[in-house]
């Protein structure tokens, strides 16, 4: 099957990626291997900041957004507070970088965060500790039946196999999580939308 030259070319061109392409998968796996170590704890966030320092000075300094924008990415409700903290200050750290940062206005979004996170944390224990109360009285009252029919019964598993199970609990986390959940989400469209 003979191709015009015109057909030729254009199918040349679509294996081919342009220069720009290039630069920016090269720009964005440069970015995954500065990042890397910090996600698997073995670079700090001076450590981050530094790498990102170089990399901006030959990639350009929207290496510097890209590099918060997928720090952010990773905020979750139930990471725990080291790593919350670590992530805080990178992102903190990486804005010094910037000629024109909002390190202010980005501190401040990431300390509602960080008291989010707690808030979530405190509600959902004290939560449990009152549906735990509330179950107790009935787990003791079948472990007494089981005894006097001669069976032993493990009454610790037994409360909080009927605590995680119970239907109250399980709709009272949904709505938690998906309220908490929905709040964050907002706190890191504000902080994207400020990167």
Excluded: C
Aim: net charge positive; charged share 30%.
């Amino acid at each position: 099957m003979d191709l015009s030259p015109r057909a030729q070319e254009r199918l040349a061109r679509l294996g081919t990626l342009s220069e720009a392409e290039q630069r920016q998968i090269q720009r964005e796996r440069d970015l995954e291997v500065v990042l890397s170590p910090f996600f698997t704890g073995t670079a700090t966030a001076e450590d981050l900041w530094q790498k990102v320092k170089t990399l901006s000075g030959s990639a350009g300094p929207e290496v510097i957004r890209q590099a918060q924008e997928k720090i952010a990415a990773t905020f979750r409700l139930q990471m725990g507070h080291e790593d919350l903290e670590k992530r805080k200050s990178a992102l903190l750290a990486l804005e010094t970088l910037k000629k024109s940062g909002k390190y202010s206005a980005l501190e401040l979004l990431l300390g509602s965060i960080v008291s989010l996170r707690q808030r979530y944390n405190d509600v959902k224990q004290q939560a449990l500790e009152q549906v735990r109360q509330q179950m107790e009285g009935q787990v003791a009252a079948a472990a007494e039946q089981a005894r006097r029919q001669g069976v032993l019964m493990d009454t610790a598993s037994t409360l909080e196999a009927s605590l995680k199970s119970s239907p109250e609990w399980r709709d009272f986390i949904m709505r938690h999580d998906a309220a908490a959940q929905k709040t964050l989400d907002d706190y890191l469209s504000r902080i994207r939308a400020m990167l």
